[in-house]
């Protein structure tokens, strides 16, 4: 029988190698960073072009290679870290595998230039897909520059797979992000597509954390210590009411390399147990110092998780530290007895505004945040109102939930459901005068249903909408089924490129952190569509000259509104698979929806309801969530073991 195993060649086993440890550019600018930190360098250029696909350069100042080490470096398992299996255990370096540059050279073209202090020429080697095609001596600054061009030129499968280049950047920003927390006593720079998106100076955890994430984190963060013979805990938390639906911020850095562990992740949740609204997650920049033998982080390939000898004392420790800085810093939650519900989410709620509005006088002042329609009003500039088809197409809505078992069966004694009818979404308040010509649909002698006077709907606990109808009732959620409204409008305005803009009386600067101002620069185009006005400056920075027209207080706040908006992006682009006008759509539903808690009155229930059976899909929420259930008569005699 003909022997069948063979050896592979180094080319190819180093392309294996590589899809374990460069699965993206990210990857490789994370081995890069933590290269150019175990030379002892103080100053770390970051370049990258087309997100890392074409360019990715990381420059430094460390201690760079004799001419025999800087070729040695690109084969597999060179390291100059690690002597004896023992060293294993207590490593306290970051780069120590010995396969990241093997890997890199075997899926893309590098070029290696490197000079010693002291030496007046350097080396530069050049390396494409494993193989050394230059070594030659060259002139070059101190320190080690490492230029890797075309990633993954060899491996087609992989490179299509890539995602776009805004994704890959942020992925990119996020590994930087954690390795230049890690390192505050280093200067950074990062430089995308020739554009400074980083320029971070050596300071203290605190002045790293703000100058990354942006100036208005200052106020978040709560200092946390805990210290013993064991281990060495500090670090900053975030304070609860400035908690995300997102986990972006929460970082945990032993002996200064991030990692991820779900079990400490949850000694930090139950220190703020009872302190957090359901679903949200705090910010946490935690660093624990510990000694190198109690741990092992030669677990994974990308390193990113650890052993601990006795992680139990670790979740102690950490969760004792965190309670202790909410306490001594007094973060508990405070209830105002004096205010009343109404008020609560009076001054951000947006309002049901029809698309065809009848205008106040300007001199009279808005005394609610939602608005209904009323044919009697007089409007200068504007006609009355006429039933539109997407009025009709409302009342088509209605017809399914006012009919009975019996109007569901043909003659041919089978059961069926009518489907809804697709037509372009509006988003008008229903005048009174259709409101009334719901009652057509009931029966065939077109008989008046009960006078919306003596059947009105009701809220319970400021969160559901209950509503009579002739076979029974409808609950409506009232917050998802905003959320339907509001992001059918959206997406319509997406579509159709058009929304009207309020211009602000006073332009107003947008101050971001580098990886939120890649988000928004990535979707400018599509905010600016949704009646937004942002202008991109330099340094992260965008001006604001306009708002959506019909967005509630749209000028109040700016910096939350878009806190909130990011993050319900990033929500929906870690959870979903959805194209960007969608997942924008999505966030600015989201955000600007009625909250639960907001006491409504009976127009602005009616206006709710009208509107979202005006809507394209008014059945379940965006985010898949049911907008209203329906309770029959049948049902609920069933419930109650009533006769008929």
Not at 387 to 404: F, G, M, S
């Amino acid at each position: 029988m003909a022997d069948i195993i063979k050896l592979l060649p180094d080319s190819i086993a180093n392309q294996i190698a590589a899809g374990e440890v460069i699965q993206r550019p990210a990857s490789a600018v994370k081995e890069l960073l933590e290269n150019a930190i175990d030379a002892g360098s103080n100053r770390i250029q970051l370049i990258i072009k087309d997100a890392g696909k074409t360019l990715i350069q990381v420059i430094d100042n460390g201690k760079a290679m004799s001419p025999t080490d800087a070729r040695l470096c690109f084969e597999r398992h060179a390291t100059s870290k690690i002597r004896k299996a023992d060293d294993l255990f207590s490593i306290q370096t970051m780069g120590f595998r010995g396969e990241a540059l093997a890997s890199i050279a075997a899926i893309a073209h590098v070029e290696l230039k490197t000079r010693p202090e002291g030496d007046e020429l350097g080396t530069r080697i050049v390396v494409e897909g494993s193989k050394v095609t230059v070594q030659e001596a060259c002139h070059c600054s101190k320190g080690t520059s490492i230029a890797i061009k075309n990633l993954f030129f060899n491996v087609p499968a992989r490179r299509k797979f890539l995602k776009s280049n805004p994704v890959e950047t942020r992925h990119i920003l996020d590994e930087f992000q954690r390795v230049a927390l890690a390192h505050p006593e280093i200067f950074f720079t990062v430089h995308n597509n020739n554009h400074e998106i980083y320029h971070l100076k050596k300071g203290k955890e605190k002045q790293r954390i703000v100058a990354m994430m942006g100036k208005n984190f200052d106020e978040r963060l709560v200092p946390i210590q805990e210290k013993n013979d064991f281990v060495k805990i500090y670090g900053f938390i975030g304070k609860p009411r400035f908690a995300r639906r997102s986990r972006g911020e929460q970082f945990f850095l032993v002996n200064k390399r991030f990692i991820k562990s779900s079990n400490l992740n949850q000694a930090v949740l139950e220190a703020y147990d009872e302190l957090l609204a359901k679903d949200t997650f705090p910010l946490y920049v935690i660093y624990i110092e510990i000694d190198p033998a109690k741990i092992d982080v030669n677990v994974h390939p990308t390193k990113q998780e650890i052993k601990f000898d006795d992680e139990q004392v670790i979740y102690t420790f950490i969760n004792r530290a965190v309670k202790k800085a909410l306490a001594t810093y007094s973060i508990t939650p405070t209830l105002d007895f004096d205010q009343e519900a109404s008020l609560s989410f009076g001054s951000k709620s947006p309002s049901f505004k029809p698309t065809t509005k009848f205008n106040s006088p300007p001199s009279k002042p808005k005394t609610t945040n939602f608005k209904t329609s009323n044919p009697s009003s007089k409007s200068p500039n504007r006609p009355r109102p006429s039933v539109t088809q997407n009025q009709n197409d409302n009342l088509k809505h209605w017809e399914d939930l006012y009919k009975t078992d019996t109007d569901k069966v043909p003659d041919n004694g089978q059961k069926t459901t009518k489907p809804p009818q697709k037509q372009p979404p509006q988003f008008t308040t229903v005048p009174s005068s259709l409101n009334r010509q719901r009652s057509s649909i009931e029966t065939t002698e077109q008989k008046t249903l009960e006078d919306k006077t003596e059947y009105q709907p009701f809220q319970i606990h400021q969160k559901y909408i209950v509503y009579h109808i002739k076979s029974g009732i409808i609950i409506l959620d009232q917050q998802a089924a905003h959320e339907r409204i509001l992001f059918e409008k959206y997406r319509a305005c997406l579509e159709n490129k058009a929304n009207s803009s309020q211009k602000l009386l006073f332009p107003h600067t947008l101050k971001l952190s580098a990886a939120d101002a890649q988000l928004i620069q990535d979707i400018l185009e599509e905010i600016n569509i949704l009646g937004y006005e942002l202008e991109a400056q330099d340094d992260n920075t965008f001006i604001v000259y306009g708002t959506p027209s019909d967005l509630a207080n749209g000028s109040n706040d700016l910096e939350q509104t878009f806190d909130h908006l990011i993050e319900q992006f990033k929500t929906n682009t870690q959870d979903l698979q959805l194209d960007k006008r969608t997942k924008l759509a999505r966030a600015m539903a989201r955000h600007s929806a009625t909250k639960t808690g907001r006491v409504l009155t009976v127009e602005e229930m009616h206006a709710l309801i009208d509107q979202l059976f005006a809507c394209d899909k008014p059945y379940i929420a965006p985010n898949g969530r049911l907008t209203f259930i329906k309770q029959s008569l049948d049902e609920m005699d069933k419930m109650f073991q009533k006769k008929k």
